[in-house]
């Protein structure tokens, strides 16, 4: 079946832009997270949805990030007034509930800020 | 906090050599743990994981992993390297209790595997 999917791939935008990164789940996949990676770094958790609701946003850097799933299915992050920190690669996960069980990566899409 | 250190950010075998990818975890409680595979301008992929059912885990691939207590090590082996075993390769640990959803990862090892 179909995997989790990501989009858009590639984005470049200048500083200060606004910007939104798609994830589409596994179906009937109910956890889903979101994390940061970094030149050279391991992934970094940015937030988890258990259904429609942000069950942890604790990873989130600051208030220009925010992150929706309104139907339980498909996530989008919206990035405010982006910086050039901001430049990695985003990464979306899926899961069967939550817990310990497997996360299944999506390609990613990588953000750059000019 | 839960923290994962790899030790050797680029590992480099010959092709038939074994593969042997280092990692440590800081915890008092023994958490779950995994391995996980990213090819080029791909996804991770899990290779296997430790939940406490088996001190040995076989993954995909020919690879597997030992979890050691006294040593708070969960170290990567295979026999016998191929080609197509090059790629970077990350650990990660989710804590038994508490936030037991979000996975935290070491920094990563780059595999290359020589002819």
């Known amino acids: 079946g179909a995997g989790v999917s990501q989009t858009p791939s590639n984005k470049v935008t200048e500083k200060g832009k606004y910007v939104e990164l798609r994830c589409d789940p596994i179906?009937?996949?109910?956890?889903l997270y979101w994390y940061r990676q970094s030149l050279g770094q391991g992934p970094e958790f940015l937030i988890y949805?258990?259904?429609?609701?942000?069950?942890?946003d604790s990873g989130l850097p600051n208030d220009r990030f925010f992150a929706v799933r309104p139907e339980g299915s498909v996530s989008t992050l919206k990035i405010q007034r982006t910086e050039r920190g901001d430049s990695a690669v985003y990464l979306c996960?899926?899961?069967?509930?939550?817990?310990?069980?497997?996360?299944?990566f999506g390609p990613g899409t990588r953000l750059t800020v000019l | 906090a839960q923290s994962v250190t790899q030790l050797g950010s680029h590992v480099s075998v010959s092709e038939g050599a074994l593969v042997l990818l280092r990692c440590n975890y800081s915890?008092?409680?023994?958490?779950?743990l995994f391995w996980y595979v990213q090819y080029p301008n791909q996804g991770l992929q899990l290779l296997l994981k430790?939940?406490?059912?088996?001190?040995l885990v076989k993954g995909i691939n020919g690879f597997e992993a030992e979890f050691k207590k006294s040593e708070t090590s969960f170290h990567l082996t295979k026999p016998s390297a191929h080609m197509s075993d090059a790629a970077e390769y990350f650990c990660?640990?989710?804590?038994?209790?508490?936030?037991?959803?979000?996975?935290?990862f070491g920094k990563g090892t780059l595999l290359t595997v020589n002819p």
């Open positions: 915890s008092s409680v023994p958490p779950y």
């Open positions: 430790y939940t406490s059912a088996a001190t």
């Open positions: 179906s009937g996949h109910t956890a």
């Open positions: 949805f258990q259904g429609t609701g942000a069950a942890d």
């Open positions: 990660a640990v989710i804590p038994s209790g508490g936030s037991n959803y979000k996975l935290t």
């Open positions: 996960a899926s899961s069967l509930g939550g817990g310990a069980r497997e996360q299944f």
